[in-house]
């Protein structure tokens, strides 16, 4: 039986390759997992093709600050060497924009909560 799920190797995973290339011990220290079996989910990985990969919300984020300083050429020549489907760096855009334009939940501030306890009590 596996000890990890497939998510949870393949954020580990993205977290050490490119854009982010975090140090491996780093990782290691952070989720708990050793340095060897991190290597080895990583040699994994890289055996696999590109467009197979998994991407960290960082790196998708990454792609599409990148991606707003590029021509129609140069996004599409970034595309073929990421393995990244255009219409995929639309979509994170989307995504992005989505979770950026979401209103946050009204909460009082502390202060709020202070003073108005202060008045009824």
């Known amino acids: 039986m596996e000890r990890y799920g497939r998510e949870f190797k393949d954020r580990a995973v993205a977290r050490l390759l490119p854009p982010e290339s975090a140090a491996i011990t780093a990782v290691s220290q952070e989720i708990g997992v050793s340095v060897a079996t991190l290597e080895r989910w990583r040699a994994d990985a890289l055996s696999m093709p590109a467009r197979e990969r998994a991407r960290t919300a960082a790196a998708r984020l990454q792609a599409v600050i990148a991606r707003a300083a590029m021509d129609e050429a140069q996004c599409n020549a970034w595309c073929r060497e990421q393995w990244v489907y255009p219409t995929q760096l639309q979509q994170w855009r989307e995504n992005a924009t989505a979770a950026l334009s979401e209103i ?11 003073a108005g306890s202060e008045i009824g009590g």
């Open 104 to 114: 946050p939940e009204e909460r009082a501030s502390p202060q709020e909560t202070r």
